[in-house]
């Protein structure tokens, strides 16, 4: 699974050349064994041919001139020779009943008898046939009568126990021996078909290789055509679960894959409109809420008992402090601010630099180098709420950048007295204070963590909360 690819390309890529390859390997199979059947029936029957045509001449012609016609007739490859007996000793049924009926049908009546055999030929049988048609060459030189061995071939196809063929790489052997109508001699033909070429030559090989090379080539520019907009969309999905709203991807590709986009493009300018709505009516509600706080404020303030109009306007601010910070923490949900490529470093030293100049105790060690995408504002404010809070609870405030498994880490430690485990998770809700460390007095209202998950989630990162011996550790997490 290790050469797998895990991306859809690599894949499909990968998939259509193994089905390419496999079909190209079988059809070429096919080929390869179609051919060699065919040059085995060529070869079969021309000798049958051949053989009919000799003996068709040796019906038609006086015998003085049958040993010039079959030694013209014979080849080092294909030899001739009359004996009194046939070459081929006769068995209870044919040793290859199909070419005997094609020998049959084409001798007709221009012979007595027939037999014909074959088998798979080596070396020695291709050297032992040069040599007997060498031998019969001289003879006749010398004046001699085309008349051999009674036996015919020292090994016949038919003693040899292969009278039929089954390797079609092979050289073949065939030999018949036919009596004609008018003669008083068997005339014996003996041949061996070299085996067929090897399907692998050169030209075929460049043939296929140009062939594969191409349709490779081919293939994986039409798949990196279709995937190109997958890819575009995922990078457009990333980007706006990051909070960059402005992106909208071109409708193009195969017409799947063009739906897929049209659909994701309907979805975010629904998801857009959706939250711009609920965000301006909340803008709204907030903006008629200021009405009625600000009557009921100056109300208060005419109360004669001073210990009631204290208590009064005390929960005024506060339901005034609640309304602002729930606008915005829905304001940050919402907010259109274009992500832009950030140094780190730069903006945690500034925001650090803002609370020295008010006096508060905050170290920097700022020096990674790392650059993220990301709204520059939203993580200013992410950072001061979780800064203002190591003020208030620990009294000073530790801020580190580095690099952490591939991703930056903006880690704030302060000294103050922890927050229970069990409640960890609790405290990143809206509206959760933690009252047994966490003075309401000097506490705020439980949205500044709130308001600091929500930003990192807008940006793909994570923040994450766990105690110290002594103190806290926030730490914010961003892709670089």
């Known amino acids: ?79 001739f020779w009359l004996s009194r007996d046939a070459a081929l000793k006769p068995m209870p049924k044919p040793a290859n009943p199909r070419l005997d009926r094609v020998l049959r049908r084409q001798l007709g009546d221009s012979a007595r008898a027939s037999r014909v055999a074959i088998a798979d030929a080596d070396a020695d049988d291709v050297r032992r046939l040069w040599r007997a048609w060498r031998q019969d060459i001289r003879q006749t030189r010398r004046g001699g009568r085309n ?7 020292p090994r016949q196809p038919a003693n040899r126990g292969q009278l039929r063929t089954n390797d079609p790489r092979r050289a073949l052997q065939i030999a018949a021996s036919v009596l004609p109508a008018n003669g008083e001699r068997w005339l014996n033909v003996e041949t061996v078909v070299p085996a067929p070429a090897p399907p692998w030559t ?54 799947d894959v063009r739906a897929t986009i049209r659909a994701f493009n ?59 910070a729930t606008l915005s923490f829905v304001r940050e949900d919402a907010s259109s601010e274009a992500a832009q490529d950030v140094q780190l470093d730069t903006l945690v030293e500034t925001v650090c630099a803002d609370f020295r100049d008010m006096g508060a105790d905050v170290a920097t060690n700022a020096s990674s180098g790392l650059i993220a995408h990301c709204r520059p504002l939203a993580m200013r404010r992410a950072l001061r709420n979780i800064i203002e809070n190591a003020l208030k609870y620990g009294h000073f405030a530790r801020v580190d950048v580095a690099s952490v498994s591939g991703s930056a880490a903006i880690s704030v430690t302060d000294g103050g007295p922890g927050i229970p485990d069990d409640a960890l998770e609790r405290v990143l809700q809206p509206f959760v204070r ?12 439980g949205m500044g963590l709130a308001i600091a998950q929500s930003i990192m989630k807008s940006h793909g990162g994570e923040l994450a909360i766990e105690n110290l011996d002594a103190g806290l550790k926030v730490s914010l997490r961003l892709p670089v």
């Open 202 to 255: 050169g030209r075929l090989l460049v043939v296929l290789t140009a062939t594969g090379v191409l349709t490779i080539l081919l293939v994986v520019l039409l798949v990196r055509r279709a995937m190109r907009p997958l890819g575009e969309l995922s990078e457009a999905a990333e980007r706006f679960g990051t909070g960059d709203h402005s992106v909208v991807v071109a409708e193009r590709g195969p017409e």
């Open 434 to 445: 933690i009252e047994e460390s966490r003075s309401r007095a000097t506490g705020g209202i």
């Open 147 to 153: 008349v051999r061995r009674e036996s015919g071939p």
């Open 266 to 324: 309907t979805m975010r300018t629904r998801l857009v409109e959706f939250v711009q709505s609920r965000t301006r009516m909340l803008a709204a509600v907030s903006h008629d809420l200021r009405t009625p706080l600000t009557s009921m404020r100056l109300r208060a303030e005419m109360v004669d008992d001073e210990r009631i109009r204290e208590k009064l306007c005390t929960s005024l601010e506060e339901m005034q402090e609640m309304v602002e």
């Open 1 to 79: 699974m290790r050469l797998w690819p895990r991306r859809l390309a690599g894949q499909l890529t990968l998939a259509i050349i193994a089905v390419l390859v496999a079909a190209q390997a079988i059809t070429l199979f096919l080929l390869v064994d179609e051919r060699r059947v065919a040059l085995r029936a060529l070869s079969q029957r021309a000798l049958l041919t051949r053989t009919t045509t000799i003996v068709r001449l040796i019906n038609e012609t006086p015998a003085a001139y049958h040993t010039d016609i079959v030694r013209s007739a014979s080849s080092p490859q294909l030899r």
